[in-house]
Structure formats: C-alpha cells, structure tokens
C-alpha cells in the first residue's frame, strides 16, 4: 500500500480503522525522505528515527486504548523552520541561528501534536522568510518535485516541496506576503493563509509581527480545513489572537456553490500576467460558473500599491524584530572581535545572508528621522485604504478569484541577479496580508511545460468558510494530481527538459 499517496485525513481513517499503524505511516515518511531528499531537499533536519517511531508508537497505544480519536493521530507531519519546537534545532535558516535549540513549543506545533500528529522534520525556507523562492536559505536551495531545475516558490517552499514529494502527509508554513499560497501554486498542492489572528503566532519566529500567519499546506482542501481546525483557537500568550466562535471549518467542505458571487479583480489580469496562467485561472471561474456561481471582473483599485507598501512596512518590521539576534544571548558570535560594537556588527554581517542584510537596510532607513513620514506612515495610510477597497468589494463578492504568481514556478537562479523582479513576483498575494484577510491556493492546471498553475480565492476577514466552498467545488472538478516525483506524468527532473 501506497501510504505517502494518501491524503492525510485518507492515511488517518486507515490508522484509527487498524489497516495500517501510526509506526508505518511514519516508517513511509521517512523512507519517502531517504528516497527522495537528496534530489528535492525539502528538510533542514529530519528528526531520530527512534525518537519518531517511539512517539508513533505512543500515540498508536492512545488510539488502541480509544483515548486518541482525532482526524490526523498517527499522520506524519513536518513543520517550517521559523516554528520552535522544544528540543528541537530551529534555524529559520539562518546561519545566525545555527545552533538554537528552543525550550518551547510554538501553540500550533503543540496543537497538532496534541492531536496525534507525528513530527518528523523541520522544512527549509528562505532566510527568515525573506524570499519567494527559497533559494536563500543559509542550507541550500530547495528544488521544486515537479522539475528539479526549477524553484518551489517561497518562503515556505520546503513545507510545500515535502508535501508535493510526498515526504510527509502535511505541513505547516507561515505567510507574510504570499509564502504558503505562492509556493502551493507552483507545487500543485493547497495552501491556506486564514485570517490574521485565526491561529497564534506564539512560538514564531517574527518577520513582520502585523503580517506573518501561521497556515497548512496538503495535498487536498479536505486536508488543509481539519489541520486549520486543529490549529485555530484563541491564545492568551498571543496579543494578535483573535477569539472566534465558529471556527467548524469542516462544515464548508460542500460542492455547492450556486449563487455564490464571485469577483474577479480585471487588473490582476493584464499586463504581466503569463498568458497560459491566465487562461487556467479563468477556466477555474468558468468551472464555478458552470456550477452556478456568478463571476464577473471588476476594478480593484489601489492594487498596485500593494508591494512598495508591503516591502516598506515588512522590512520596517523586519529591523526591529531581527534586533535581537545581535550575538549575546544564543545564536552564532563572530569569533574575533575587539569590544562590544564590534561582536554586534561582525556577528550580524556574518550571521545574516545578502537578502536579509538588504531589507534589514531598507527597513532601517525607511524608520530613519527624516524618512518615517516620507516612507512608513505613507505605507500605513496605503494599508488602511487598500483595506477599505477589499470591504468595498466584499460588500458586492462573496469571493474575490485571480492567479496565485503571475506565472509558473521559475528556473533556479532566475531571480538572483534581479531580486526586485522577485519582489515583483509578490503582486497578488501581499494585499491579502496588508488586509488580514483569508486566501486560499488551489491547483488549477498546468503550463505547456508540465508546471502546476494555482488560482487563488480571497475572502473577507473571518469568512474562511466562503473560500473553502469555493475551493473545495473547484477541486471536485479536477482532483489531486501527484508529482511526477512521486510516478505521475510532468515535467520531470533536470534530465528530461
């Protein structure tokens, strides 16, 4: 049996059905890694295969004993890089933090541990999340599953890589900008970034405190809604945590979407935009229409404003949170210095990679007397006003549709020599963080290359339940399609181009 070829919420009915136990779920996974890893390099660390075949076993004992219940008991998961685990390496891959083992779970790791879940490895991603092609990461670049010379998007490109590879059965990633849904699109797997405050930040290592999310990455929206379900919930040790009521996600999983009003933002189809990535997103509406949804395009405006005040307000965020990897307290010290001022700034020039280095700048200056007004507050009050355009389309769209990226995953290296056409590469997800709102990216085809294409569905804040019906109708008319890493057709590796 085929158990990685499962969906989680697949792999988890078997376990709790006694077909298959939670030690050969988690044996799957790991020989999955072993097998693949070195080809797609989705892992920072992999964790002791006796210390995850004795917490499998523990947790089969809890099923066996019917005390443990849960969708996800015996699943193997794998978590980002930036979540700390107790006991367990969390680099952010960073060199900064090469040694930094945490004394604490982050609330949602402990959520899903709680709930069964075995964790097996900590996913690579770029530097501190600062990148959309996990090509920045202080271990390596991550390769995507579908054609190995090409990147899986990021930053969570290592969560959605191992998923896509079939290493784990889910994953957990964080979305600052687009780094669960831009990285899903291009690996032809679901990727979920709930509103802000849905799931807690605690245990995150912070990029831009007011725009990370914790969110899933699966193989299905069946499987991304009962890891979301697991992971919401309010928490006191999170200031930004929001308390919901109805957080029954799984009530949406219908194919039914009549009536459902969907808007189409007619900027987000132009200029830029790859032509094949255009036509999949509006078969996608298409498909939904055929389903009696009604789609029209309409102008959002204020859209392309969106990334100058994105990169203002995240790298501002960035140099005041990456403030404390200053070489004192843990993490990586430069080894010769002479006084205090020089352990800091050799410590950090060492520590930190190029891209990091370069927002830390740009956040810096933008917060400089002279500049704030100029640069930061200007970003906020573009914020606010994208924010009220969102409401002012949600008052008349259910959901609002458009492409994930502007086009297919991109070749390794592409953007190293440009990093603003990276930056760029950011244009229709960062207006969904800058709003808090919920977005969801689900596969919607292929390019004449064998590359996943994703379309995104946007919702207005605390209405995740619209993008997952959305969704979850669009899914049933296409289905999961597995990687050619995994034995199905596609692009393949850098061998067969």
């Known amino acids: ?146 054609n190995t010379a090409h990147v899986p998007g990021g930053s969570s490109g290592g969560s959605c890589a191992a998923v896509a590879a079939e290493e784990c059965s889910f994953a957990l990633g964080s979305d600052t900008g687009g780094s669960i849904r831009q990285p899903s699109a291009f690996c032809g797997v679901t990727g979920i970034k709930p509103t802000y405050g849905t799931v807690s930040r605690y245990g995150l290592i912070a990029y831009a405190s007011s725009l990370d999310q914790v969110g899933p990455v699966a193989k299905d929206v069946t499987d991304c809604v009962v890891v979301l379900e697991t992971i919401a919930s309010y928490d006191s040790k999170d200031s930004t945590s929001a308390f919901r009521k109805d957080c029954r996600f799984s009530e949406a999983l219908q194919d ?120 930061y507050l200007k970003a906020l009050r573009t914020k606010a006003l994208i924010k009220k355009e969102f409401d002012k389309a949600f008052l008349k769209y259910d959901v609002l549709l458009g492409p994930a990226a502007p086009t297919t995953a991109p070749k390794l290296g592409a953007f190293f020599s440009d990093p603003v056409k990276m930056y760029l590469s950011d244009i229709y997800t960062v207006s969904v963080n800058l709003a808090g709102l919920p977005g969801i990216s689900v596969p919607c085809g292929t390019d004449r290359n064998g590359l996943p294409i994703g379309v995104q569905l946007v919702g207005d804040c605390f209405q995740e339940k619209n993008i997952i019906r959305a969704a979850y109708a669009l899914e049933q008319t296409r289905g999961y399609r597995r990687s050619p890493l995994c034995g199905e057709g596609g692009a393949g590796d850098e061998q067969n181009i």
């Open 256 to 375: 039914e979407v009549k009536g459902m009003r969907i808007g189409i933002p007619h900027g987000y189809l132009g200029e830029g935009l790859d032509k094949e990535v255009r036509e999949a997103v509006l078969h996608a509406a298409d498909m939904l229409k055929e389903k009696g949804a009604i789609a029209e395009e309409f102008e959002l405006n204020l859209a392309s404003y969106a990334v100058p005040a994105y990169y203002v307000i995240a790298c501002a965020e960035a140099s005041s949170n990456l403030a404390r990897f200053d070489g004192v307290k843990y993490g990586y010290r430069t080894k010769e210095y002479e006084g205090l001022h020089q352990m800091y700034k050799k410590s950090r020039s060492e520590g930190f990679g190029p891209e990091v280095k370069r927002r830390i700048l740009l956040g810096s200056f933008v917060l400089s007397s002279g500049y704030y007004d100029a640069y």
């Open 1 to 146: 049996m085929d158990l990685m070829g499962l969906t989680a919420v697949e792999l988890g009915r078997k376990i709790r059905r006694k077909e298959v136990t939670a030690e050969e779920a988690v044996l799957a996974a790991l020989d999955a890694i072993e097998k693949r890893e070195k080809k797609v390099h989705s892992f920072v660390s992999v964790l002791d295969r006796e210390a995850v075949l004795e917490r499998a076993a523990k947790v089969q004992r809890q099923i066996d004993e019917g005390s443990l219940m849960h969708p996800l008991a015996g699943v193997p998961m794998a978590v980002k890089d930036n979540l700390c685990t107790k006991g367990i390496l969390t680099t952010c891959a960073s060199g900064i933090l090469y040694n930094f083992v945490p004394t604490y779970t982050a609330e949602a790791v402990r959520r899903l541990e709680e709930a069964g879940a075995v964790l097996i490895g900590k996913t690579n991603m770029d530097e501190f999340s600062m990148g959309s092609t996990t090509e920045t990461s202080a271990y390596g670049a991550t390769r995507n599953p579908w």
